[in-house]
């Protein structure tokens, strides 16, 4: 179960809540001091497969980045919901194991949806931010998790 658990990189605890069980109980299985239930297996199993219910996987992360770049790019219009959205999308792509070049190119999109939110049509910094959308567009569609 351990080794389970290790190869997904779940704590004790984030198992434990996955699978509705106690950290405790998740230790002792781990210690054979308890019983290593079938269903409880089973469980484990499926989240070492899957992941844990609810997270979202590197892909639907960066198809959803991929979006929402599309949609700033398209509007061009300051938007503070995308720069929460892009926050929670940096968290989880940590959390979900993303690679380097991607958490970079999140805290780039950040600034780039930063300057779209404190610029506006007439500001000569304008054009040069839509440049860089465009170009992180390009980058960010070259990426793989």
Known sequence: MKALRQRVGLSQAALARAIGMSRESIGRMERSTDVLERRTELAVRYVAERGLPGEPSLE?????VADLLDDASVRADPSSERS?????SMQDWISAGGSDIGRQML???QGVIGL???TSPDD????????DLVQ???DWAGIRS
Request: net charge positive; charged share 35%.
């Open 60 to 64: 639907r992360l960066h198809q959803d």
């Open 84 to 88: 929460l959205l892009l926050k929670k």
């Open 107 to 109: 805290y780039r999109a």
């Open 116 to 118: 779209i939110n404190v």
């Open 124 to 131: 000569p910094m304008w054009p040069r931010t839509l440049e």
């Open 136 to 138: 992180l567009k390009r």
